[in-house]
């Protein structure tokens, strides 16, 4: 039996009803366009909304979630994973009743697991199943296979642009590897795209249908448009001083474009396939099942 059957046969035993958390990837063809400051400030207009948000910052050697909240947790997950700790101690509390989980030393490890550490694994993420409402995965940029396994074991997946030539380029060169695995295909995966620091709601249209025109024509893959966030100076102001945004100043433009944002993933339909959410224990084992 090799380690990914391993793992499916011990989510079977563990599988049972009850709430599971919605998971959304938030990702990037190239750094720079802001990935991380969407899913953080998405994550506090979320938990405003009285959803139990937690993020999990995949960005792996980075840390860009914690220093965005200007926190720097005690432990990690590789912590939980090598070292014994407890869900409730790898979780960091974050502004606005948010947590946030840093990923330590890198997701490949998870791949040489023995069966006691994939216990541990999985029950830590059916734990965070009944912690969390929405689980908010902020991935590393650009196409290395830990940002591709994370949006192939995906089935909701936000993709950050910007109107920078190199941005869309990256983002259709993301788009392009993730064509080349049958998996893709087979979890019908849908691209959401958001449009960031646009100039208007026309640049942000503009921006999304340079890419969804080269996407369907060459890919033939469809996505959805989820909304712009403008550029603003108050937001970079934000960065500057280690805190979100959406909490140093609650009347910007951007901290209004990401609540409209989060009302429309909030209120909305699931802005993927449709169908029921495997949870993040679910993605956690499709990692498994396809890891390179």
Do not use: W
């Amino acid at each position: 039996m090799d380690q990914a059957e391993r793992l499916r046969n011990i989510v079977k035993k563990q599988n049972k009803k009850g709430h599971l958390a919605r998971v959304i990837t938030v990702t990037s063809g190239k750094g720079g366009v802001g990935k991380s400051n969407v899913s953080v400030n998405l994550a506090i207009q979320l938990s405003r909304l009285n959803k139990r948000v937690i993020i999990l910052d995949a960005d792996f050697g980075l840390a860009n979630v914690e220093i965005m909240l200007g926190i720097r947790p005690k432990y990690n997950l590789s912590d939980l994973i090598f070292r014994g700790m407890d869900l409730e101690d790898v979780v960091s509390a974050g502004p606005e009743n948010i947590g946030f989980i840093s990923g330590g030393s890198g997701l490949r490890e998870l791949t040489n697991l023995n069966k006691d550490q994939i216990q541990n694994l999985v029950r830590m993420m059916y734990e965070l199943d009944h912690i969390a409402d929405i689980v908010i995965i902020d991935t590393g940029a650009g196409i290395s296979s830990s940002v591709v396994d994370l949006i192939l074991a995906s089935s909701e997946v936000l993709l950050v642009a910007t109107p920078e030539p190199t941005s869309i380029t990256d983002a259709y060169a993301l788009l392009k590897t993730l064509c080349r695995y049958e998996e893709f295909y087979e979890n019908s995966i849908r691209i959401n795209m958001i449009a960031n620091r646009t100039h208007s709601y026309y640049e942000g249209e503009e921006l999304f249908g340079k890419l969804d025109t080269v996407v369907k024509k060459f890919l033939h893959v469809n996505m959805e448009y989820l909304g712009y966030i403008p550029y603003d100076e108050k937001l970079q102001k934000a960065v500057m001083r280690q805190q979100p945004v959406t909490i140093s100043y609650p009347n910007a433009v951007s901290t209004r474009a990401m609540l409209e944002i989060a009302l429309f993933l909030e209120n909305g339909t699931e802005v993927s396939t449709g169908r029921k959410s495997r949870g993040l224990s679910g993605v956690i084992t499709k990692m498994f099942r396809y890891g390179r």
